[in-house]
Each structure stands twice: as structure tokens, then as C-alpha cells.
């Protein structure tokens, strides 16, 4: 049974017009869907025959509307809403939520109170949703070519001044410093709650131009944070519909060369985390090219040095060895220009120590693992035991150093080390990066000691099962 009655059903034009513009057949697009439904687990069996009913106005149920929306968008090259395919309803619209690159500041606040509002109130629908892969790279098109806004003025509700945006500033300074020392699972709830309630009343509260655009700013790195705390805790798709947003609020506020930070810190490494190599170097080189502002504000040099290692970690996933060398010799170089006392205080994090951690994720995806050991160290000797997240995951690349080199029992003695640090956390991304060195051991399995590391790794897991109060 379909969901229109035949008797309201009319030829669906939009989808029509797409499927022509994408040079696709009924049966390319059927396909393209089944595989997208495949990815999320989904049996399905469509065929041209489906599409056709599609055509004469037919709305299959549930979920397929926004695959049939990521299919046409991967042909397309980007992003295509289920309103574009003459699908909308509420339910299929709100799944959409956070991956436009709004038109205007007010359009903005709409679009990302709306995503609070969905992420307080754990909807389904936001929280189990997967990357939009054709909306990996296209919001930095957006914000490469959007002009600058106007004005960001508003007048409607209580007057916002200098002490609230100091407030969000102060607040997300604070947050930052937990998530570093415990892991975003226990500080994603906190941040969520209070971009949904506090900051979502300060957006629709009236405001100068002048503190609007501060305001725009410190919204945007808090939305930014969040979204960094929604790949720690696991969730791709819910961090780049944050990280679109934190694009477009640094775009109203005018701050060009932050929202090239959001490129390069943010979706770069979501693309990474995706194995998609070829999109890391094009949000990298995307932010170097856009970040400079109206104004004539050009990123510092310890932002390009951010910037330049975010490439490189591309290359090296593509393994492509002189690429990688030249970007990180770049990174270098702007990194000796660097001058702390200039940088912005969302930069303040990307010392010496950071910087080597890039350089130990390239050499180890180069398999150059001597180079990736004395990067490993030079980053541990650097970072304050307070990053705890940090040290958990250099101690691990310094593992998986030494395993590269067959030195197997100093790479099971420095990952034991690296177990005590990821038990301290709440932390997907610690979790991941200690899975990804027991998949490297697997090949050694039969080594006492990397069962005995195994035997502890197990341990630990039922130690913090134990530890874990039912919902």
C-alpha cells in the first residue's frame, strides 16, 4: 500500500528534473539507492520499476525518501534534500536539519536552535544518522563563495551585551578543559543542554551589529566544540551537521580564518575518520585559501601551520610521500613564524606538542615508523598531563611505532600504558585508536606477550562494564 493515494498522486517533476541533471537511469538511480540503504544496514531491492513508480508520484515510506535524496547527491556532487526530490514531509524535512549552509544570519539561528533543540530532545532520527557524504566538502564551496553578511543586528528579545558573550566564551574555555581531561561523554550533555537552552535565547535576543558578530563568534566555537565531542562519542553524522553550522555562524560573524579552522580541525578529520584521503586535502587547502577575512585579517601563522599539517594528513593517507614532506615542511616553516602572544584563543591549543602529533599520524600512515617514534615522543614530552585524551592516543601512535618496527614487547608495554590513559576517559576516539593498534597486533597473535596484552585489554573492558550504572 502507498503512502499518496492514487487519487492525490501526481507526477513528481522535481524528481524528475534531478534524475536528468545527475545523467542517471532508473535503474543507476535504483541501484545508487540500494547501495545507500546497504551502508546503513538496510536490504533493499529496488529496480527501475521502482523509480518509475517514484516518477508517477508515488513517496515510499520511512527512511528511503532521504537515501533516495544521499544517492542523487553523491551523482550530483552535492548536497540534495528530500524537498528538492518533491519528497518533503516533517519527518523526512527534519532529518535534514544542520546540513544547509543558510542564506542568512537569521536563517542560520533557525536552522541551528532547531539542531539544539533535536540533539536535547535525542531525537532519533539526529542521533543515528550517518554521514551525508556529498556534504563533506560542498559547505566549504559555500563559504569560499558567500559573500560577507551585511549586518547581523537584531531587534526581538531581551538586550544581549558584552557580559553574555564573555559568558559563552568563559563557559566554552571551561568546557574545552574537561573534555581534554575526561573525554566528551561526560561533557557532551552539558554542552548540548546549555547550547539549547542559554545560548539558543541569546541568539533570539536583540543586539547590535557589533556584539552581534562577537556573539556569532563564540556561538560558532562552542558549536564547533560540540561537534568535536560528537566524534568522540561516536556520532560522524550528528558532528558535521554541527560543524556546517559552526561554519556558517563563523561566517556571520566575519571571522575568516576561523572558519577555516572549522574546515581543517573539524571536517578534514571527520573525512579522515571516514577514509575519505582526496576530501581532507580539499577542506585543508580550502581553508588556507578562504581564510582570509573582509577585512584584510589573514590567519596567523600558527593557524596555517594547523592548516598545512591538516593536508598533509591527507596525503598520507593517500600515500602520496612527497605531497605529504612538502605540506609538512610548510607546517614547519609557518610554525617557526609563529608568535603565541597574536594567535586567537581558539588557536592557543596547537603548540609544538600538537604539532608533532600531526607529524607522527603522517609517518605512520607513510609506514615510516622511526620518524613516527621520534615524533610520538617529542609530542608526549610536550603535552600537559591534563590532555589526557591527547596523551592517550600519541601513546598509542609511539605502540604502534614500535610494533611497526617488530619491536613487540616495548610496542605491548607502551600500549598498557596507553590502556591505564583510555580507561580515564569516556572517549570513542581513545577507544578507536586502541582498536586500531590491537587489529595491527592480530598478525602476531600467537606472541605471549600479546596475548598477556590482550588478557589485560579484556580485563580492563570488564573492570569498566562493572563500573557502568544500567540506564
Known sequence: MAARSLATRQPNERLAALIHEAGCSNAGLA??????????????????????????????RGSVPNLIAEALGRKLGRPVTVDEIGMADGRSLATNIGLQFAATPAATVDVVTELWRSDVNRRDFLLNSSVAVAALVAPSRDWLITEPDPAVARIGGPRVGASDVEA?????????????RFGAGHIRPIVVHYLGSV????????????????????????TELAGYMAVDTGQPGLAQRYYIQALRLAQAAGDRPYGGYVL????????????????????ARAAQEGSKSSTGQYATATTMAMFHAAEARGHAQL??????????????????????????????????AYLADEFAHCYRDLDRPRQAEQAARAALEGHAETRVRRRAVDTLLLATAHLQQNRLDEACAVAEDALDLVGRLHSARGQEYLRDFQRRLSAHGSEPVV?????????????????????
Open 168 to 180: 559563552v566564551r568563559a563557559t566554552t574555555d571551561m568546557l574545552s578543559v574537561l573534555d581534554h
Open 31 to 60: 541501484r545508487r539507492v540500494n547501495m545507500c540503504g546497504a551502508e546503513q544496514g538496510m536490504d533493499l531491492r529496488y529496480d527501475k520499476t521502482s523509480v518509475a513508480r517514484w516518477l508517477r508520484g508515488q513517496q515510499p
Open 451 to 471: 596475548r598477556a596484552f590482550l588478557d589485560a585489554v579484556r580485563a580492563a573492558d570488564e573492570e569498566r562494564g562493572r563500573e557502568v550504572v544500567p540506564a
Open 319 to 352: 600515500g602520496d610521500v612527497r605531497a605529504c614532506e612538502s605540506a609538512l615542511a610548510r607546517a614547519e616553516t609557518e610554525m617557526e613564524r609563529s608568535r603565541p602572544d597574536e594567535d586567537p584563543v581558539w588557536i592557543a591549543h596547537f603548540d609544538r
Open 264 to 283: 581543517a580541525a573539524g571536517m578534514s578529520h571527520l573525512a579522515g575518520s571516514l577514509g575519505n584521503p582526496r576530501e581532507i586535502t580539499q577542506l
Open 199 to 222: 545560548v539558543s535565547g541569546l541568539l533570539a535576543g536583540s543586539y547590535s551589529d557589533e556584539t552581534g558578530r562577537d556573539l556569532f563568534a563564540a556561538v560558532s566555537r562552542l
